[in-house]
């Protein structure tokens, strides 16, 4: 028997369903799976070359869109075309636009959509508008379709409903801070990261706009801890009631419509996120996704192939990509 | 890797709460369609989002995690009133230019 080395983290739906049915893994392969999960933060933080080098890296490993391009720039890659061209893949079920954002050549300068498949998503996200139709109502403001409107409704909360903050905004020393929510408003609002000519763009004009308005607004209507503000937090601080607006990842309905963590199940409203001038919407989006580690040593050891060897006859067949 | 990102399986992990599926087949899979429908007005906008607004938008870099996390402490340190705003961010824009991989 052969083993495959799943690296990912935990907290997280996704990589708990992996470990759960790692059984079902076993028995249809053949092969044992050595599932590891590493605390959240730590993983997002993406110092993983300790896991995925070394004399027992992980196999495939959990990854997306930031962290994958810097674990191609260390050669933790490998790409998948070979395996994910197969029609037992399927590849044409998944959404374009997810398999797009996971093609990528490695330079600078190249946008996403084109080159190598350096990942298969396994969830998505992007940035709705979460919004508690009771707050709105009690603060006598309209659901925002624009972004000044956004701002405006919220700041209207808290002085007209005791205890609940206008929005909810990610704060915390993380990378994806500014990936979420804000990046939503300012590419809606004419601001982007790098200009054309690749120099940064972060301290234009829109830029600068857009992130005066925003924090203006955060220390009105805002999280009180805004610096301290995590997803997970920030999550469950609206599925709480603490915030009247939110715009952030919309995967957080799993945790906003179950009853089991959240006071306000069944009373979110989802819409999509306020416009900026001219009506222009420009999500963001992030996947989380599978990577076939390019050190990945699972090939070479003994019994690792699926060609040929035949699975448990107990066990129902099933293709392998090799991993 | 097949395995985990096949049908039956992101479909089980959806019904579970593993969000959002990337497969047309898990939202059309009756049960998680019912699950979906009962969370008002989501699965409409996802759907415009995953099909027709969503991108990602920020300038792939191999160390695009320093980018953002310069930018991140530039947004901080304005917001605890270091420095005025634009400051900051011309600041970070300044590091980030000398410390972006443009290869």
Known sequence: MAEVRFLGCDNDVFCGHVQARATEFEQASGHKLTVRLLDNDFYYANKLTGYLGGESPADVYMSGPVLVWEQLGLGFVRPLDEFAGRSSFDLSDFFDRLIAGHRWSGHFGDGLGHGPLLGIPVNWESYNLAYLPETLAQAGVDVPRTWPEFFAAAKAIPAHVPGVRGFGQRGAEAWHTVYTGFATQLWSCGGRDFDPGGSCAIASAAAVDAARTLSDAIRVAGPADWTSQGWYE??????????????????????????????????????????????????????????????????TRRGSSCSGRPAPSSSPARPCTGI | MQWATSSQFLTRAAVHGNMNPTRRSTWADPEFAARASEWHGFPEVAMELVNNLGNVLVTPAVNYIEVARRWTRALRDAYQGDEPLDHCLAAAASDIDRLVIRT
């Not at chain 1, 963590?261 to 999509?272: M, P, T």
């Not at chain 1, 963001?284 to 599978?290: A, I, L, Q, T, Y």
Request: net charge positive.
């Open chain 1, 234 to 299: 920030l999550a469950m601080d609206f599925a709480h009631g603490k915030y009247g607006l939110l715009v952030d990842s919309d995967h957080y309905v799993a945790y906003f419509e179950n009853p089991g963590l959240s006071d306000v199940a069944g009373k979110v409203r989802y819409a999509l996120p306020p416009a900026g001038p001219g009506g222009v919407r420009r999500p963001n989006m992030w996947m989380w996704s599978m990577v076939m580690n390019a050190r990945s040593a699972a090939r």
